[in-house]
């Protein structure tokens, strides 16, 4: 059984442009979260979507942005990129229910430079 | 609020011995779970083991087992037998459900693990 795709491994924007990240979570899976790892620091939560709606979103400004699709495949969207926007972006699933017992499983990332 | 801390930004362990990585974490909901995952220099984020907080017994998989202490709010990892492949960063992570929309992980600052032959 395939686990948490992520597309594109690696990606390289200009300052000023924007990026789209991808993330297909695991089959029944319908909870989809995202994070950023900038270099050398820990997770920082950008969102999670369940059942197609944004339930939270993390301190991040309104041009992180994200939607899950009908099939809980989820796109996050970084719009006007700025220089700190440089990090791995991890996506994550879980099934949805009793979140203290589901566990979650993360994609290998994408890596986004911005230059 | 949740928060997890490890104090251990770094630690050098002989190969095969054993290790605890240390892992603290303060939250108010009545359930929750613990997680610790490891991140080789690839990036991607490994799933090791979970820990409920309505679990009577300690977690294990493998070598890995979770010194679960509910009272002292403490969920250490143990690596036994610690092997070269074993290097990487370690993160400590919580789940909680104190509402509806709470139901991320939280991180702390994670802990370089490294293996020396």
């Known amino acids: 059984e395939a686990g948490v795709t992520q597309s594109p491994t690696h990606l390289i924007k200009t300052r000023g442009q924007q990026a789209t990240l991808r993330c297909s979570p695991i089959?029944?899976?319908?909870?989809v979260y995202w994070y950023q790892q900038a270099l050398g620091l820990g997770l920082q939560f950008l969102l999670w979507?369940?059942?197609?709606?944004?339930?939270n979103r993390g301190n991040f400004p309104p041009r992180f942005s994200g939607r899950q699709f009908p099939n809980y495949s989820s796109e996050l969207n970084v719009n006007a990129l700025e220089l700190e926007d440089s990090a791995l972006y991890l996506c994550?699933?879980?099934?949805?229910?009793?979140?203290?017992?589901?566990?979650?499983?993360f994609g290998e990332g994408s890596w986004l430079t911005v230059v | 609020a949740q928060k997890i801390t490890q104090t251990q930004p770094g630690m050098f362990v002989q190969e095969k011995e054993a290790v605890t990585l240390d892992c603290t974490y303060d939250?108010?909901?009545?359930?929750?779970?613990l997680f610790w995952y490891k991140q080789p220099s690839s990036g991607e984020m490994i799933f090791l083991i979970y820990?409920?907080?309505?679990?009577?017994q300690n977690a294990t998989e493998g070598r890995y087992s979770l010194n679960f202490q509910k009272a002292r709010k403490s969920a250490n990892l143990v690596i036994s037998a610690s092997q070269l492949g074993d290097s990487a960063m370690y993160f400590c992570?919580?789940?909680?459900?104190?509402?509806?929309?709470?139901?991320?992980?939280?991180f702390g600052t994670g802990t370089r693990l490294t293996i020396i032959p």
């Open positions: 992570a919580m789940r909680g459900i104190s509402n509806f929309g709470n139901e991320k992980l939280t």
């Open positions: 979507y369940d059942e197609g709606e944004e339930r």
């Open positions: 089959s029944g899976h319908t909870s």
């Open positions: 820990q409920g907080s309505y679990d009577q």
């Open positions: 939250t108010s909901d009545p359930s929750y779970g």
């Open positions: 994550a699933s879980s099934l949805s229910g009793d979140p203290s017992g589901n566990t979650i499983y």
